[in-house]
């Protein structure tokens, strides 16, 4: 008799335990949705993609060869918004030094890393560009940071997008090769194009 109620306590117990384990991986699985859900939505910082749709004229300026006299080149950049405006998509098309060039970006807000994102893809390059930074609303600007790998090497890049007015924004390309000091490559100016 004292074994039959030693085992049925011990029942008891493990039951209670049981218990106790499903209601707090019930509590864990509720507050994971909870997560995801909140997560699905958007960041305040995901507004500042709206302000750059649409097409744009484009000057860019690279400082290459002679940085008192950058070489100038035209194009055209389209942005729009892609899923729900999660994503800003550039295509960007012109010249440079004389020869078609192309690229796509995609840029985005992190939630979770709390930073601005983004990609960059050319017909110049066989890699894929990834960047991140901040952005400041009061300046209007984006800094992001990344590392371009290039036959010659690593060279770190800070890119400023400062937003001038509401039909200009300038973008800034700095790059930094390992054992050199960072310089200034390329400016692009957009202007809205009407």
Known sequence: MHRLVSTTLMI??????????????????????????????????????KRQVGTWNVEMKTFFEDPEN?????????????FGGRYLQQEYQGEFSGLPFEGRGLSGYDKTKKKFVGTW?????????????????????????????????KAAMRNVTKEIDEDTFV????????????????????????
């Open 12 to 49: 008891a117990l493990l039951l209670a335990a049981t218990n106790v384990n499903a209601q707090d991986a019930s509590e864990d699985a509720a507050a994971a949705q909870a997560a995801f859900i909140e997560s699905l939505k958007l960041a305040p910082e995901h507004a500042v993609f």
């Open 121 to 153: 893809v050319d017909n110049f390059e066989t890699g894929i560009l990834m960047l991140e930074g901040t952005y400041d609303e009061k300046t209007k600007t984006l800094t992001e940071h990344g590392v371009s790998h290039m036959p010659t090497g």
């Open 171 to 194: 973008f800034t390309m700095f790059m930094k090769p390992e054992g050199a000091p960072e310089a200034r490559v390329m400016e692009i100016t957009y202007r809205r194009a009407k």
């Open 70 to 82: 950058p070489q100038t080149n035209k194009g055209t950049a389209t942005f729009k918004l892609l």
